[in-house]
């Protein structure tokens, strides 16, 4: 058989080793072991078994990671969600559903630090959910706001999606920050456009608040230097070229570290803290080293080369490529976890979709919006299940209503970036 032959039987294997509940970074680690030793030697499987773990343990490239964790890990042990809430709902004040508009708000303003989907989710919720539970807000609404509000922790830089991509594809990962801003935004700005109108068509589902005054809205403020001053921080130095992502990233876990022991950090708090950090940071480790593993494997058998050959057969347009491959994130995302399937997927789309003469950075901004959705859709949809331990009385089936609207934002935010890719591209 060919090598391309041994490559397509073993993905298949991979998928099915996938659908029967084996963790996705031993399934790419096995098919990269087996196809690597078909195609090449088994000898040379075992050698790359040997060495391939420790090179990408000691990659100065992947150290970012468990900072950027350790930050928005610190960030939540220091309680700055309890004031970050606290002030956007002051901000927001009477308005009708203002207590969703502020959760919501608080989730965009907690993953300029934390990096993580599951992690802003997880901290807001346990913050906002019980507030807006207890002021007669309907579950579907309170949990789907914070499940799709913890999925922009994906995308406001610092982001553990854009870094991984970035190492992936061999971009910037500064570039790739600071294409996340805008999309970001435009996230936040549209699931609260999502809220308004809910809001306005069901009056039902939420309360209106209770007022603030000027003054109290300023003083509400206060909730977000810390987060402000860490995010200037990090997307500043890194603009401005004062230090690289790497060092930025210890900067901003260094900040974290100095507001959570002021606020009175404890030494169990730390402790838990570097637990958490070093569970967090394992897992996706130990994914790394199953796609690098997998990576090797689809080197030699060509893969990529015979995808991108046979696309170009096709004839399709550029944009019908995109098309069909964002179709395949979004079926993939239902059933998988968004890193796993970043580290799956994009090394064999990646040379079709440059073959397409799209912009590598735009694209990762796609991709990444799209992995999104994939975490508030049924059946896996983390951010949901994130959301259910906070509040297990609440039906699942209730959460995934909740989110719906937010997914519709979502399509809408892709829809815009794929007819003005400026969105992403204007900051660079």
Not at 221 to 231: D, E, R, S, W, Y
Not at 251 to 269: E, L, P, Q, S
């Amino acid at each position: 058989m060919s090598a391309s032959v041994i490559g397509y039987l073993c993905i298949a294997g991979m998928l099915g080793l996938i659908a029967l509940r084996m963790p996705i970074a031993l399934a790419m680690a096995a098919t990269g072991f087996v196809g690597f030793g078909l195609i090449v030697s088994f000898d040379a499987s075992f050698a790359i078994l040997d060495a391939g773990p420790f090179e990408t343990l000691s990659n100065y490239s992947f150290s970012p990671i468990p900072m950027f964790i350790l930050m928005g890990v610190l960030a939540s042990k220091a309680k700055m969600s309890q004031e970050l809430f606290a002030g956007a709902r002051a901000l927001f004040g009477g308005w009708r559903g203002g207590m969703a508009l502020a959760a919501v708000s608080s989730c965009g303003v907690f993953s300029a630090i934390s990096g993580s989907s599951l992690a802003t989710a997880a901290s807001m919720a346990r913050v906002a959910l019980p507030e807006m539970r207890k002021h007669g807000y309907a579950p579907s609404l309170a949990t789907g706001t914070l499940a799709a509000g913890g999925t922009l922790g994906i995308m406001i830089p610092p982001s553990i999606a854009l870094l991984l991509y970035a190492l992936i594809t061999e971009q910037s990962v500064g570039d790739m920050f600071i294409a996340g801003i805008v999309p970001g935004l435009l996230g936040l700005v549209l699931y609260c456009a999502a809220i308004a109108i809910l809001v306005m068509i069901k009056p039902d589902v939420a309360q209106p608040g209770t007022p603030t005054t000027l003054k109290e809205k300023i003083v509400g403020l206060k909730g977000l230097v810390p987060f402000g001053t860490i995010f200037a921080v990090i997307i500043g130095g890194i603009y401005g070229g004062l230090f690289t992502p790497t060092e930025a990233s210890a900067f901003g876990a260094a900040g974290a570290f100095i507001i959570a022991v002021v606020r009175g950090m404890t030494r169990k708090d730390f402790k838990d803290a570097i637990e958490e950090t070093l569970f967090l940071s394992a897992m996706i480790f130990f994914m790394i080293i199953g796609a690098e593993i997998f990576g090797y494997f689809l080197s030699v058998s060509r893969i990529s080369f015979s995808l991108t050959e046979f696309v170009a057969g096709l004839n399709m347009a550029p944009y019908a490529i995109l098309l069909c491959i964002l179709l395949l994130y979004m079926v993939l995302g239902c059933v998988m976890d968004s890193i796993a399937m970043l580290l799956l997927t994009v090394p064999v789309v990646f040379p079709v979709i440059a073959e397409a003469g799209f912009d590598p950075v735009w694209f990762g901004i796609v991709t990444v919006i799209t992995v999104e959705l994939g975490l508030i859709t049924p059946p896996v949809g983390m951010n949901v299940f994130v959301i259910k331990t906070v509040a297990p009385d609440v039906p699942i089936g209730q959460i995934f209503k909740g989110v719906f609207p937010f997914v519709l934002s979502d399509l809408v935010r892709l829809a815009l970036l794929v007819l003005f890719p400026s969105l992403a591209l204007g900051l660079l």
